[in-house]
């Protein structure tokens, strides 16, 4: 067996792309069936720690960030993968309580790098997103429509902070 790299000079991207390779060995063995991994928290530390923003504590409804003047966020992130390439968020609930002011969405490729990263209005997500029943949630697809519409604001600084 191999040395094992020195975990603590690696990169938060060199970190998860060993994640990465791990899981699909993990998988072409048989031992696992999904690549569940750690990318919601990685979106939101990768999110809050670009933009500036304050994580809210984990019993916060409906937001998991804040800026300076009190803004809200939800954040969220999607790894697409050569196995799944669905752009399709975690659920998203409450939508109607209006809890965020703000979805911020990034989408991931196979390596962790940033492909896309948009600001959403809450009102836009209205828009776009529909009520699935049997999650008792709304989903949310960031597809060309809602990348082109004109509310959505992409966050070029998260692609740069690679």
Not at 66 to 74: I, P
Not at 121 to 130: D, I, Q, S, W
């Amino acid at each position: 067996m191999s040395r094992n790299p020195d975990l603590k000079q690696c990169s938060e991207r060199e970190l998860l792309r060993l994640h990465a390779a791990i899981i699909d060995e993990l998988k072409r063995r048989g031992v696992v069936r999904t690549r569940n991994s750690p990318i919601g928290d990685y979106t939101e530390w990768l999110v809050s720690t670009t933009l500036g923003l304050k994580l809210a504590n984990y019993s916060a409804a409906g937001y998991n960030a804040t800026d300076a003047a009190g803004t809200r966020f939800q954040i969220k992130g999607r790894w697409v993968t050569p196995d799944s390439n669905s752009r399709q968020l975690s659920a998203i609930r409450n939508l109607d309580k209006k809890d965020f002011d703000y979805l911020i969405a990034v989408i991931f490729d196979a390596a962790f790098n940033v492909i896309e990263a948009v600001r959403i209005p809450h009102k836009t997500v209205e828009k776009y997103a529909a009520y699935r029943k049997h999650v008792n949630a709304h989903i949310l697809h960031v597809r060309d429509d809602l990348l082109k519409d004109p509310q959505v604001e992409t966050i070029a600084k998260l692609k740069a902070a690679q």
